[in-house]
């Protein structure tokens, strides 16, 4: 069964790295200044040609509030007139983009995040969803993937009935934790009587999938007190659960530099809380996806995963990894073909090169023949926990024992430990190798090295 999951404490110990979360391969940090707009026009047009179904991504960077422990790229303001000015700039955009595609290419998948996508006023995202639909293919037969990030102190039942008019059928709701001194340490007051208030809404008009984002490791957290968040959170029956280590980077993250790390748990404390939310979940009747995700049986990404149909890119575990996927907004990331490309991440930089009539691409990378290999190795771990080398040698006409070679002690340490099994033909990942699959992945990863682990969050 492909979400059995044992835990092996020592195992987790051994293994518990810091390394990426391959939303994407290569990761964003080798993204460099090399790459840019006349790569991105390139790229859209060798996807229009192919007619490639689109995944759009929409950035709002704004948040009335900082949560201490977010590493999201934001700018926190009470001035919601701050929107405005954005939103003039990123229609621009959408219509510099859409202009290079075919008005034939359906839009699939659509995403709004942030910040707080619902800072915005109802008018201005009936603007913002009046551009994409004029420059774009959205589907109006409510067959796509068509989600939101909620905030439930930023939404009511009317901004919940205006956004499922506008075509949205999904939502994602923050949520991190229940307890009030958790929410204190974190600057993020919110009652569970506001989440529930936003599903129940969500499940009187119909929205077909609900997501909940908690997170481990927080300040003032216990593994006890986690444990009733969990019950409250399972109470409300969510489609999905993403269920995040919280990593403490307060040299990269400035706002994360107002939580007293004295307060934060043992890393003995975090491992028993996430081992407490699998039992818990997995009692409930949830099946564990991968890296933190867990979903209903009768969910799309379970039953994706049940048919090795199951892709990743950077919004996640998808169904909808063939789709190209356009990035609006700043610090956007697109994934078109083999480019990556990535906005500015600097409000002003991203809106003045707008302003200048040039799209804000800032940076970016152009998979090479061993990155595309290596991102379908990668893909396949992680989506399936298993990897077949027939399919790969007949893909890129390689051998695959020949072409990793040098890998083959650190997997066989890897299948000596339990990790994973290894034979001639297939890698698979053992039950007690499911939540280390990315320190599995990192063994493919051609770039590791290169880099400061710490910039990367623990595998645990």
Request: glycine share 6%.
């Amino acid at each position: 069964m492909l979400d059995a999951i044992r835990w092996d404490t020592d195992l987790i110990r051994r293994y518990d790295l810091a390394g990426p979360r391959y939303t994407s391969y290569p990761t964003a940090v080798q993204f460099d200044g090399q790459v840019g707009t006349f790569d991105l026009f390139h790229a859209l047009r060798d996807s229009r040609k192919a007619l490639r179904p689109l995944s759009l991504y929409v950035h709002v960077p704004f948040c009335a509030n900082i949560c201490y422990y977010c590493a999201c790229n934001k700018v926190i303001t009470k001035d919601r007139g701050r929107a405005q000015p954005y939103l003039q700039r990123l229609e621009q955009e959408i219509q510099l983009i859409a202009c290079h595609l075919d008005p034939a290419q359906k839009v699939e998948q659509l995403h709004f995040g942030g910040g707080t996508p619902t800072f915005l006023s109802h008018d201005e995202l009936r603007q913002l969803m009046a551009q994409l639909r004029k420059s774009f293919n959205l589907l109006d037969d409510d067959s796509g993937d068509y989600g939101i990030e909620i905030d439930p102190r930023e939404a009511d039942w009317a901004t919940m009935g205006l956004l499922r008019e506008l075509g949205f059928n999904r939502v994602s709701i923050g949520l991190q934790d229940l307890d009030p001194a958790v929410q204190r340490a974190v600057n993020r007051l919110q009652s569970l009587e506001e989440t529930r208030a936003v599903i129940d809404a969500a499940r009187t008009l119909q929205f077909r999938s609900i997501n909940i984002d908690l997170i481990y490791g927080l300040p003032r957290q216990t593994p006890e007190s986690f444990a009733r968040t969990v019950d409250e959170v399972i109470n409300l029956q969510p489609d999905r659960l993403s269920v995040f280590n919280y990593a403490h980077l307060p040299e990269r993250f400035m706002p994360q530099r107002r939580i007293n790390s004295d307060e934060l748990p043992t890393p003995a404390q975090k491992l028993e809380m996430l081992q407490g939310t699998i039992e818990q979940l997995t009692k409930a009747g949830y099946r564990y996806i991968g890296m933190d995700h867990f979903a209903l049986p009768d969910d799309e990404l379970a039953i994706a995963q049940e048919e090795s149909t199951l892709q990743r890119n950077f919004q996640g575990y998808t169904t909808h990894g063939h789709c190209d996927l356009i990035g609006l907004g700043v610090s956007a990331i697109s994934q078109i073909g083999d480019l990556y490309c990535q906005n500015s991440s600097d409000l002003n930089q991203y809106q003045n090169t707008l302003a200048s009539s040039q799209l804000a691409t800032s940076r970016g990378l152009l998979c090479n023949a061993d990155d595309r290999l290596r991102r379908a190795v990668i893909q396949q771990l992680t989506c399936t926990f298993s990897l077949e080398f027939a399919q790969i040698e007949q893909a890129f006409n390689i051998d695959f024992r020949g072409y990793f070679g040098e890998l083959w002690p650190q997997l066989q340490g890897m299948a000596d430990d339990g990790l994973i099994e290894l034979n001639n033909e297939r890698i698979t990942v053992m039950p007690a190798g499911r939540l280390l699959v990315r320190s599995v992945c990192m063994v493919f990863d051609a770039y590791l090295e290169q880099h400061n682990r710490q910039r990367f969050s623990r595998v645990i």
